[in-house]
C-alpha cells in the first residue's frame, strides 16, 4: 500500500475540528505562551537554560498532552477503532494524527522564543533538536493516548511525563545527594539543554552529534512501543 497524503490530510482535518470544539485542551497551548510572556517582560537578560525550560515545557504540554488528548478523545467516543480498521495504514494514521500537534508545538515554540528574546547562535542546530525532540514527545503523547480511555484519563497519565520532562532540569541539582536523579542527564529534555549551552558557546554539529544520537534513540524506542501498542489495540 502507497503512502496516501490525503489520507493523513482527512485525518488531519478531523483532528482540527475536533480539538477546536474543545476548548479546554485546546486552551492548553496558551499555558507555555503566558510563561514566555511572564518570563520576557521580567527580565531582558535571560539564560539559556531558561529559555529552554519554556521550550521544553512547549514540547510536553503541547506536544504530549494535546496529542494525547487527541487519542483518547478518538477511544472515548469509539472512533479510534473505526479509523484502524479503516484503509488507511499505521503510518498514515499516527502521521495524520501528529500532525495537528506537530504544527501546534513549532508555532508556540517560534512565538514563545519570540516572547523571551531567545536568538541561537546556530539556528540550523537548534530547529533540528527542537524538532526532534518534538517528535519524540508526540510519540509519547500518541502512546499515552493509545494507554488511556478517556481525555479525563489523558490528563491525569500525562501529568508525570510534564514534570519529569518540563521541569525534569530543576530536580538535577540534587543528583549529588540523590545519584538515581543523574538518569535525567540522559532524557531528550536534558538533551535539548546541552546541545543548546553548546551551540552558544560556539559548537557546531560535530560537538553535538552525540546529544542528537540520543534523541534520536529516544525517538525509535518510542515510536516502537507505540507500535506495537497500537497494533495490539487494532487487533483487541
Given at each position: ?5 490525503k ?26 505562551l ?13 539564560a539559556?537554560?531558561?529559555?529552554y ?7 510536553v ?30 503510518l498514515e494514521?499516527?502521521?495524520g ?5 506537530l ?9 514563545g ?8 547562535e546556530n ?11 518534538g ?5 509519547l ?14 490528563s ?11 521541569f ?12 538515581i536523579?543523574?538518569?535525567l ?21 560535530g ?30
Amino acid at each position: 500500500m502507497t503512502f496516501s497524503m490525503k489520507r493523513v490530510n482527512a485525518i488531519f482535518q478531523k483532528d482540527f475540528k475536533d480539538i477546536s470544539r474543545n476548548s479546554a485542551v485546546s486552551v492548553t497551548v496558551f499555558m507555555p505562551l503566558i510563561i514566555a510572556f511572564v518570563m520576557g517582560k521580567m527580565n531582558s537578560n535571560i539564560a539559556v537554560e531558561a529559555h529552554y525550560t519554556v521550550i521544553n515545557i512547549t514540547l510536553v504540554v503541547v506536544g504530549s498532552f494535546i496529542q494525547c488528548c487527541l487519542i483518547a478523545e478518538e477511544k472515548e467516543k469509539n472512533t479510534l477503532r473505526g479509523l484502524m480498521l479503516s484503509p488507511a495504514s499505521t503510518l498514515e494514521i499516527l502521521s495524520g494524527k501528529s500532525l495537528l500537534s506537530l504544527i501546534a508545538m513549532m508555532i508556540v515554540v517560534i512565538i514563545g522564543a519570540m516572547m523571551t528574546g531567545y536568538k541561537p547562535e546556530n539556528l540550523l542546530i537548534t530547529a533540528s533538536s527542537i524538532l526532534l525532540s518534538g517528535l519524540f514527545y508526540i510519540g509519547l503523547g500518541t502512546l499515552l493516548g493509545l494507554l488511556a480511555n478517556s481525555v479525563m484519563e489523558a490528563s491525569v497519565i500525562i501529568m508525570p511525563f510534564m514534570l519529569v520532562f518540563g521541569f525534569g532540569s530543576m530536580a538535577t541539582i540534587f543528583a549529588d545527594k540523590y545519584p538515581i536523579l543523574k538518569a535525567l542527564d540522559y532524557t531528550p529534555n536534558m538533551q535539548l539543554m546541552d546541545i543548546a549551552a553548546k551551540v552558544e558557546s560556539g559548537i557546531g554539529l560535530g560537538g553535538v552529534w552525540w546529544n542528537l544520537g540520543i534523541i534520536v534513540l529516544w525517538i525509535i524506542a518510542i515510536f516502537a512501543l507505540t507500535v506495537v501498542v497500537f497494533r495490539k489495540k487494532k487487533m483487541d
